[in-house]
């Protein structure tokens, strides 16, 4: 595989250290690390209580717990995510993201072909 072909290597541990939140407002921070033509991957995270509010996204995500606990609700329903789970959500389903414990997540988010909204960034 050339180099080329590589959209980012991460040391994720490292990562989170680095971009852990300060005290602010929001208790959250995030960070794209990859930035391609379909794929972003966003590094978020977020103080125990923090809430990314209900919001939707141009394409499927997924959400990956790599420290601590989130609750994310799709719909009506509420799904515990612990450290080494991944939830996967479809287009335009509305999600919001809740904080049990201090931690962080890797978000995914994919569109296809068509689809000229730029995905939003999580903002802090």
């Keep these: 595989m050339a180099a080329q072909e590589i959209l980012g290597h991460f040391e994720l541990a490292r990562e ?3 971009l852990t939140p300060g005290p602010g407002a929001s208790g959250r921070r995030a960070e794209t690390l990859v930035k391609a033509d379909r794929l972003r ?25 790599l420290r601590g606990r989130f609750m994310v609700t799709v719909g009506d329903a509420e799904h515990a995510l612990p450290a080494g789970d991944v939830i996967a959500i479809d287009t335009r389903v509305p999600h919001a993201v809740r904080a ?15 689809v000229t909204e730029e995905p939003a960034a999580v903002q802090p």
């Design 41 to 65: 991957v966003v590094l978020v995270t977020m103080l125990s209580g923090a809430v990314l509010d209900e919001h939707t996204a141009p394409g499927p995500i997924t959400i990956h717990s």
């Design 100 to 114: 049990l414990d201090d931690g962080a997540f890797l978000l995914t988010i994919g569109w296809g072909p068509g």
């Design 16 to 18: 989170i250290d680095r």
